[in-house]
């Protein structure tokens, strides 16, 4: 019952480098998200996509590519890091179903810039 | 646009006491909300939520909540908080047709002395 898996958990990048944070969720949730946490704000919408193929920009998009080829899979990719990219990166999947809706999330990767 | 404010950020309370964490949303129709709890390196745990019915609204842990649509709040109450429940709360809101794309408060820390 492993509900929402990302990987890594931590990660320390230098400035300019790529990288991709691993998502994957076994519940056969239609729809994926990306947050960002950072101090003082809360979580913020990164991407989202609401089915394999389909994805779209949420409220913090710059900087982050996203892809969808599969139900269980929704990877985030960092072309070319930047400090203001340190944060705590969180992936929620969910079945929207009206009132039976409900976010799961994974337990984070921690991203340094340097 | 949509948006939570969650005005405290940091609560303490000793064990034993009641508890009430404020959240009050900003949005034109009847909101989806939600509180969700995230304890130290862990990712986010749904505590409830409110999408229409009962205002009082039961969750985990002994948790509940009042959506009060007069003064758009939906402050979360414990009557008797217990060690374990420090953490951190953060208060959710989605729109009808969008339950997914959750916006969040700021969040609130809470810290409860023996």
């Known amino acids: 019952n492993a509900g929402v898996t990302q990987t890594p958990k931590f990660q320390v990048l230098k400035t300019g480098q790529s990288m991709t944070l691993q998502c994957a969720q076994d519940m056969n949730h239609e729809y994926m998200s990306w947050y960002r946490q950072d101090p003082g704000m809360g979580l913020r919408l990164i991407h989202y996509s609401v089915g394999a193929g389909i994805t779209d920009q949420g409220e913090v998009p710059n900087g982050y590519n996203v892809s969808r080829s599969t139900t269980e899979d929704f990877p985030l990719r960092l072309l070319s890091a930047a400090p203001s990219q340190t944060s705590v990166y969180f992936c929620a999947s969910s079945y929207s179903k009206g009132s039976s809706t409900e976010a799961f999330f994974g337990q984070g990767t921690r991203l340094t810039v340097v | 646009a949509q948006s939570v404010t969650q005005p405290d950020i940091h609560i303490t309370v000793s064990e034993g006491a009641s508890l009430e964490l404020r959240c009050n949303y900003s949005y034109g129709a009847t909101p989806y909300l939600f509180w969700y709890v995230q304890s130290p390196g862990q990712g986010l745990q749904l505590l409830l939520k409110?999408?229409?019915?009962?205002?009082l609204v039961q969750g985990i842990k002994g948790f509940e909540a009042e959506f009060k649509r007069s003064q758009s709040s939906f402050n979360l109450r414990k009557p008797s908080v217990h060690w374990s429940d420090a953490a951190e709360y953060f208060c959710a809101v989605a729109t009808w047709g969008d339950t997914d794309k959750l916006i969040f408060g700021t969040g609130t820390r809470l810290q409860v002395f023996p």
């Open positions: 409110y999408f229409s019915g009962d205002t």
